[in-house]
């Protein structure tokens, strides 16, 4: 439920959603201003993904990110969310190792930037112990299954997962487990809209659905694809609610034009001296130059 004094959205309130029917929405942000007006706008979730290396640091996958990154990132999104549930994503290698490293990485995602859970990828046998780990150490943990993009060098390429039998079972099998070991709520990314709906049916706890058709719980997007940050490639799975890229060229395009026409700064757009002692002001100056001059 939502804190009552504080109205922030929590874990059972976000879970409830799914006995009451009521999509969750989730998206991610990785900065004040952007976690503002989302929360502001009445999100569920907001998610600080390892999505930050591709679309705010610009690398070409998520690998890079670090923990330093993301704490640094999820830090002001906590600040400006005063009711979206805020969950930190780890990156790769921060839960490879042991779980007591692990652990301690998730740790700082509470302690030292303030978010109410952290996401990590993968259900290997390996994974769900630690997320039993993680848990036991009171730090509640989202799921991801079907296309894991930290896996990218292992699957390829950035591809549906899930079209056939085997692996769609596989992932079926990967959500139930992740339940059984305790997250909270599980990201299915990228599966085809059939799977996600008998994996929607089979948990108790809500899916949140990335390219995973309609039959989730909830559905999360990267932010900088809805406005249109880019004007690159987007996945089908994406809907354009605005160009902002055309919008801000726009307006840039237009400061540049009007500077370099002198139209910008006008006189509304500046500072004026006293009318009154504008020209006292004139003469001593000029009086200063006459006296330099001789
Ligand atoms: O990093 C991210 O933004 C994510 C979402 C795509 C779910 O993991």
Known sequence: MPNEKTQK?????????????????AITAYDFPVAKIVDQCGIDLILVGDSLGMVVLGYENTIPVTMEDMIHHTRPVVFASKSALVVGDMPYFSFHLSNEESVYNASRFLKEAGASAVKIEGASKKRLKLVEALVEAEIPVMGHVGLTPQS???????????????????????????????????????????????????????????????????????????????????????????????????????????????????????????????????????????????
């Open 152 to 294: 990218i060098y292992h699957f390829g390429q950035f591809k549906v997962k899930g079209k056939e039998i085997d692996e769609a079972e596989n992932i079926v099998q990967d959500a139930l487990s992740l339940e059984k070991a305790g997250v909270f709520s599980v990201i299915l990314e990228c599966i085809p809209m059939e799977v996600a709906r008998i994996i929607t049916e089979k948990l108790e706890i809500p899916t949140i659905g990335i390219g995973a058709g309609p039959y989730c719980d909830g559905q999360i997007l990267v932010f900088h694809d809805l406005v249109g940050f880019s004007n690159g490639y987007l996945p089908k799975f994406v809907k354009k609610y605005v160009d902002i890229h055309e919008v801000i060229s726009r307006a840039v395009k237009g400061y540049i034009d009007d500077v370099k026409k002198g139209t910008f700064p006008d006189s509304n757009c500046s500072y004026h001296f006293k009318s009154e002692k504008l020209d006292e002001l004139i003469k001593n100056e000029d009086q200063k130059r006459g006296k330099k001059k001789k």
């Open 9 to 25: 959205k929590t874990i059972p309130f976000i879970q409830a959603k799914k006995e009451k029917k009521e999509k969750i929405v």
